[in-house]
């Protein structure tokens, strides 16, 4: 019985430790590239609330164009009057300015709802964890406390 004990103890450590620790880093990892994709909108989004205001010359913007690999050049926008925006699946929209910003902010209200179940989440998983553990120590009393007896 000791010995059943024991074994069990040894199942939970390890479910805790191969299974809900490797789900919740998973989880934080996900989350994490959400919270990318929802700076990279939001920076999107002010750039573009810029040019609508005017904040750029009339002559074109000048701009640096990631190829790969962190290799840039330069390039320069000649009519900054339409913005192609990702709409998910490696497909991209042009929208003219004044179009993209809701559909931006919509996206944004979309990543932020995602990351905010992911937050969910990890609590839930983190609180498996922790109930687990903190059981731990009681099974084990219990089996010292039975073979006193």
Known sequence: MDFDRSRKVEEVECFINDVLKEDLRKVYENREKIHGKIRDYV??????????????????????????????????VTDPS?????????????????????????RINYLSDLANKDSKSCATIKAYIKVLQESLPHVQDASEKQRKL
Do not use: M, S, W
């Open 43 to 76: 920076l999107l989004k002010d750039t573009v609330q810029n040019i609508i205001d005017g904040k750029f010359p009339e002559d074109g913007l000048k701009t640096k164009i990631d190829i790969g690999c962190n290799f840039y050049v330069q390039g320069n």
């Open 82 to 106: 339409t913005v192609f925006v990702h709409i998910g699946y490696g497909f991209f929209l042009e929208f003219p300015l004044r179009d993209a910003v809701p559909f931006i902010n919509k």
